[in-house]
């Protein structure tokens, strides 16, 4: 099992940067997929980016070009830097570890919540 906390997030104005961090526990974070979320207040979580276990990565069109997700497996750490924050940005912003041999709706932090002021 995994155990996931998000930090990192805050209050900015609109064209800042953030980075939020996601720790993980376990000796088998290497082999899962991890993947960044957001939910606005009264919205649908929706995805954000992830970085397999293999290293590829994917973004969702709304933050493409903006973030970068990244992983250090020797730390247990995933990264999302975001770039040119925009107030649609505003959301809580969660972690989620997901293996697709395994299935399930994988592991979930508790978030951290991102607010863009314009």
């Known amino acids: 099992q995994v155990q996931l906390v998000e930090s990192g997030g805050g209050l900015v104005q609109a064209g800042d940067s953030l980075r939020l961090s996601c720790a993980a526990s376990g000796r088998t974070f290497s082999s899962y997929d991890m993947g960044w979320y957001r939910q606005a207040p009264g919205k649908d979580r929706e995805f954000v980016a992830v970085v397999r276990w293999s290293g590829l990565t994917d973004y969702a069109d709304s933050v493409k070009g903006r973030c970068t997700i990244s992983r250090d497996n020797a730390k247990n750490m995933v990264y999302l830097q975001m770039n040119s924050l925009k107030p649609e940005d505003t959301a809580t912003y969660y972690c989620?570890?997901?293996?697709?041999?395994?299935?399930?709706?994988?592991?979930w932090g508790q978030g951290t919540q991102v607010t863009v002021s314009s």
């Open positions: 989620n570890a997901y293996r697709t041999d395994l299935g399930g709706p994988g592991y």
